[in-house]
């Protein structure tokens, strides 16, 4: 009994060691990945990427305003140690000079008010204007709250058929990061 108990307990010990190494890797994999996206010098404020790591298996999300840059930044993902497959789900955003004039007036807009300022002056500003078909999406990582619903209404009145407000604070990040690490 006391011989089926410890060889219980090894396995227990070496599946939940197996299993935090398989979760501290796709950890690292992730910032990898995220490393890449970020130092990728063709993403603009009017692109947004997202990458799920599940075990080695990569999935992109999001939006870009050219095809290539959906292509160079799989193959980038797929150059990530520890990365097994992607699978590339980027969308490419419609040419419209429409949606274009509405990028540029609502990126004046934010990145020109006094309060966004120390945003406009990092090489990777975190507010994502995404526009597809008239249709706005605010994404990325703001300050507090106050900074989300400002955005949103510095973003509002240029003629989009739609605002949506996907922006998130970064105690709303921390959190969401911290639940996934305890699950």
Do not use: C
């Not at 150059?79 to 429409?98: A, C, D, R, W, Y």
């Not at 300022?117 to 605010?138: D, E, F, H, Q």
């Amino acid at each position: 009994m006391k011989a089926l108990f410890a060889t219980l307990l090894v396995s227990l010990i070496s599946f939940t060691s197996a299993y935090a190494q398989t979760e501290r890797k796709d950890l690292q994999v992730f910032n990898d990945i995220a490393d890449q996206v970020n130092r990728y010098t063709q993403l603009t404020i009017f692109d947004s990427i997202s990458a799920s790591v599940d075990d080695g298996k990569v999935e992109l999300t999001g939006w870009v305003t050219m095809p290539y840059k959906r292509d160079d930044l799989e193959k980038r993902v797929r150059k990530v140690e520890g990365v097994m497959s992607v699978t590339n789900k980027i969308g490419v955003l419609p040419v419209s000079q429409f949606d274009d004039e509405l990028r540029f007036r609502i990126a004046r807009a934010i990145y020109s008010n006094s309060s966004f300022w120390n945003y406009a002056a990092m090489a990777n500003p975190p507010i994502r204007i995404v526009v597809n078909r008239g249709r706005v999406s605010l994404e990325g990582v703001v300050q507090s709250n106050v900074e989300r619903m400002l955005a949103r209404s510095l973003a509002s009145g240029f003629g989009e058929f739609e605002l949506k407000n996907l922006l998130k604070t970064d105690a709303e990040v921390r959190e969401g990061m911290e639940a996934r690490k305890s699950n």
